[in-house]
């Protein structure tokens, strides 16, 4: 039977249970083979069980005969791998940070990093893709776009990058639609941090601890001194500068990432309009302007 969820689902059903191996067990089946590895199975390799290859590889469907489709098809789907764990990372920093877990916190932020790096670095397996060889499957994705991957709106919005109209497009996917319309109105990562920020003492302004969640927030004075304060003292101790640099170590890839967005779709389409109907080129770099985190940024100015 198949593992796939349906299509729109909220939440993958639980993997059936591999058969767990302690150490002793190990050694014993080691002990057992004389080192060599077990190649006899009644079924499936574990591996197969825990990892679902055929599942991964049933979903690789191009659209058309062109062989440069299967790797933007591929990288895509990566990327929606990399934005899910990347939304694990930070909702596990937020629930850290609500616990006043600030080393459970940093933790999570820390690993994301490295699944940005990853992330980014995505990009240079389509680097190589030239107008001609996009034009040849591009018309075949319809109004397919982007744009539309709710995942990565999920990663925005942790980030504090929101807007309402980017929930629209998946009325069509209740599930979907409603868990994109609950981290609309919840709090960021940022958000988290300057409430956490303020149960340390720091003066974080009322006006910005009780403020609209659903709306993108901007660079205040008030949060860019309170930053401005926690750098002037970066020796090795001080635990808030170092989750300062961890936040600004997540918003420079990311931020890298979205750049090498712009420089992919420049290369392989110039200022075409996009499949999903927006401008294109232009509609993107207007995106990859927005600042994440930006009283981190302002507060560099100001020490």
């Known amino acids: 039977m198949s593992t796939r969820r349906p299509r729109g689902s909220a939440a993958a059903s639980a ?30 390799t574990p591996y197969e069980q825990y990892v679902g290859v055929r599942q991964l590889q049933a979903l690789v469907r191009p659209v058309t005969d062109h ?43 820390r690993r994301s990093v490295h699944h940005l790096r990853s992330l980014d670095a995505s990009w240079g397996s389509l680097m190589w893709l030239t107008p001609a060889e996009f034009n040849g499957f591009r018309d075949q994705l319809g109004e397919a776009s982007g744009f539309q991957s709710y995942e990565y709106r999920h990663v925005e919005f942790l980030l504090g990058l929101k807007a309402e109209s980017v929930v629209r497009p998946h009325r069509g996917l209740p599930a979907v639609h409603a868990d994109l319309l609950r981290a609309l109105a919840d709090p960021s990562l940022e958000d988290d ?3 956490f920020l303020a149960r340390r003492g720091l003066p974080v302004p009322a006006e910005i601890l009780e403020r609209d969640r659903s709306v993108t ?55 075409k309009p996009g499949t999903g109907g927006s401008s294109g080129l232009a509609w993107l770099e207007r995106s990859a302007a927005r600042v994440v985190f930006p009283d981190l940024w302002a507060a560099r100015t100001v020490i």
């Open 15 to 44: 993997p059936e249970p591999l058969g767990a191996l302690d150490e002793s067990g190990r050694r014993a089946r080691a002990a057992h083979t004389a080192g060599e590895p077990v190649v006899e199975f009644a079924e499936a």
């Open 67 to 109: 062989p440069a489709e299967p790797s933007f098809l591929v990288v895509t789907q990566v990327m929606e791998l990399w934005f899910t764990l990347l939304r694990r990372e930070w909702e596990l920093a937020q629930r850290r940070l609500r616990d006043d877990d600030l080393d459970g916190a940093l933790a999570a932020i």
């Open 193 to 195: 941090v300057l409430t």
């Open 217 to 271: 927030h901007e660079a205040d004075p008030a949060v860019t001194a309170l930053w401005g304060e926690v750098y002037r003292d970066p020796r090795p101790g001080n635990e808030l500068f170092t989750l300062g640099e961890a936040l600004s170590d997540v918003a420079e890839v990311f931020t890298t990432w979205r750049q090498r967005h712009v420089t992919a779709v420049r290369r392989s389409m110039g200022a």
